[in-house]
């Protein structure tokens, strides 16, 4: 049998993934963290001396806190499972992200097992976060200088 | 090609311990010992690994009544980088070791190795199996266990189980090994870690297809 050949049965013979039905999961699922989200955020201005401006950063933090308390209990995969990628994007997915690779690498040490492998899976999220920062600041700041848009 | 062994060397005992997902399987009643901590109460994954090679490896001595000392090779392998689990049961059972990683032919290819070391008539009793432990493996290859990535309805899942066969010379009222053939490697471009039964069965049929020609086989029924 031929690559392509094979290729192609291989391709007859596997279920499709259920696109809409994961999709309908996804947006709902993160749908719903995003609610939680906006509720912490509520709080904050409620509550304490919050703006909108500024209840970001201890909303982010609080949500992060849930999806770490989740992931060290072994729920967030279960959610993971079946949100795909409504539990994947939010920023409670890069707490996941970051907590499970310092439960698994909790046995090989604090500074190599943890510390070294922490970001194994979120790094990319931070690397590419902070690069593409940089750049979209950069063409803000030529287009604040050449007068077409203002900061 | 296919080896023909002369002596028929027989599969004397086997010993199988399995974690709590396996269990749940239709062949729980197969299992020697099934442990309800995937750790087997110890303090890491790999640790627990290596405790239950050796507890599949002591359960096939005892079916037969041999000690270890009696055991002249063992043969095995898992998936964790350098094969450690299986090295360090291999210091623990001090039985001369050799060790195998054919991925999932582990198994195969060391009960093969088995019997061509009985043919030579270098063993009298060996020991061959495979094993693997779900959360050390997912390390070692894919994703920290709590990470919630979505696995498509085509993922494999690794077990957490050690199987270990008694491989001895030829007695009648034991299953014997006649033929083996080793198979090739086989790659269709097949890419998906998520789909790794599309990656292997090419090799497989290949493997099988080749052994039944080559004995005049319709199948592999007995």
């Known amino acids: 049998m031929e690559k392509e050949q094979y290729q192609q049965l291989e391709q007859n013979v596997t279920p499709k ?31 304490f001396n919050f703006t909108e401006a500024t209840a ?12 770490m308390i989740l992931t060290g209990l072994g729920l967030y995969k279960r959610i993971g499972q079946f949100a795909g990628a409504g539990s994947a994007v939010p920023v409670t997915g890069f707490g996941n992200a970051v907590v499970s690779a310092a439960i698994e690498h909790r046995s090989e040490g604090l500074v190599l097992g943890v510390g070294g492998n922490l970001f194994k899976l979120a790094g990319s999220v931070v690397l590419f976060g902070v690069v593409s920062a940089f750049f979209v600041a950069l063409i803000k700041y030529i287009l604040v200088t050449i007068g077409v848009v203002s900061w | 090609m296919v080896i023909l062994f002369q002596t028929k060397p027989s599969l004397l005992a086997g010993g199988v311990v399995a974690g709590p997902l396996e269990n749940r399987s239709v062949f729980s009643q197969y299992f020697d010992s099934v442990y309800d901590d995937e750790r087997w109460q110890m ?66 290819s060391s009960v093969i190795i088995a019997c061509l070391l009985t043919e030579l008539g270098a063993a009298n009793f060996s020991l061959a199996g495979a094993s693997s432990q779900h959360n050390a493996i997912e390390r070692q290859f894919r994703y920290p266990i709590n990470y919630g990535a979505q696995k498509p309805q085509t ?10 066969a008694l491989i001895g010379k030829h007695r009648e009222e034991y299953p014997s ?46």
């Open chain 1, 56 to 67: 970001g950063n201890p909303t982010v933090a609080t949500v992060v806190f849930f999806s």
């Open chain 2, 155 to 164: 993922a494999q899942w690794t077990v957490t189980a050690a199987g270990y």
């Open chain 2, 43 to 108: 303090k890491t994954n790999e640790q627990g690994h290596r405790k239950m090679i050796e507890e599949a490896c002591e359960y096939a001595m005892k079916k037969m009544g041999v000690q270890k000392g009696d055991i002249d090779y063992l043969m095995g392998g898992d998936l964790v980088n350098q094969m450690t689990p299986t090295n360090f049961a291999a210091r623990d059972l001090e039985i001369p070791f050799i060790g195998l990683f054919s991925a999932c032919a582990t198994s195969v």
């Open chain 2, 177 to 222: 090994i006649e033929a083996a053939t080793i198979g090739k490697s086989v790659d269709y471009g097949m890419d998906d870690p998520f789909h790794m039964g599309a990656a292997m069965a090419p090799a497989a049929f290949q493997t099988i297809q080749s052994h039944l020609q080559q004995r005049n086989q319709k199948n592999l029924s007995l």
């Open chain 1, 17 to 47: 993934p259920p696109y809409l039905k994961n999709v309908a999961k996804a947006f709902f699922v993160g749908g719903f963290i995003c609610a939680i989200g906006q509720a912490v955020s509520l709080f904050y201005i409620i509550f």
